[in-house]
């Protein structure tokens, strides 16, 4: 199955692109994901606990994912100002 | 309304979507670029957004102050893209029929925003850039 990546802010500079396609084996997890972005972007700092979005919606990083879903890691937020 | 722009924001405009002759409260709060951040010396700032999703969860956030207070005239703008400093990057405005609800709901609005809604700030000071919240080591450029 084909899904699509989105790297924002810190991540998207560090992976060097903004949204890439990977193809996934029926049923792979976004941690699962996370493990592979890991060894395919070495310099992308993604820690165990980042928050993870798909289709615009906070997830259980264990939930599998579907066909044509739009993953999105969400580096440490900072929206507005204190 | 609710909207992520890259043009200037109107505290004024915003204001006024919450002002109702039902309203005896009326609370807009401005975010703004600041100058100085941890020691350095900040030249300008870029806002960037996860726009569909920020624009979903702040209307989450905007359910949640309905559910909790009951406080339904609610106006959010965020602004991306350059700023320069002391522009306006974030309108919160509330209206509501006491004073009390609409602090605690501006409150809770304001902290809500900065944990849940995907949008990041980058400063660019001198000699050097970073994200803020990215607090991985490593999360400071130095200026090339």
Redesign the interface.
Known sequence: MKVSVRFFALYRERAGVSQTEVDLPEGTTPKELLTRLRSSYSSLPLSDSVLIAVNSEYVNPEAPLHEGDEVAFIPPVSGGET | MIYITSEPLNPQEITDLVCKDSNGAVITFL????DFSEGRDVLYLEY?A?Q???E?MLHQIADEVRERWGIEDIAIA?RVGKLEIGEI??V?AMGSPHRKEAFEASQYA?DR??????????EVFKGGEA?????????T?PAP
């Open positions: 975010g703004t670029t600041r960037e996860y569909p999703m920020a979903n965020h990057s974030l919160v304001m925003i900065k944990s849940i809604v995907p949008i990041w700030k980058k994200w803020i919240g990215g607090q991985e080591e490593g999360a450029t």
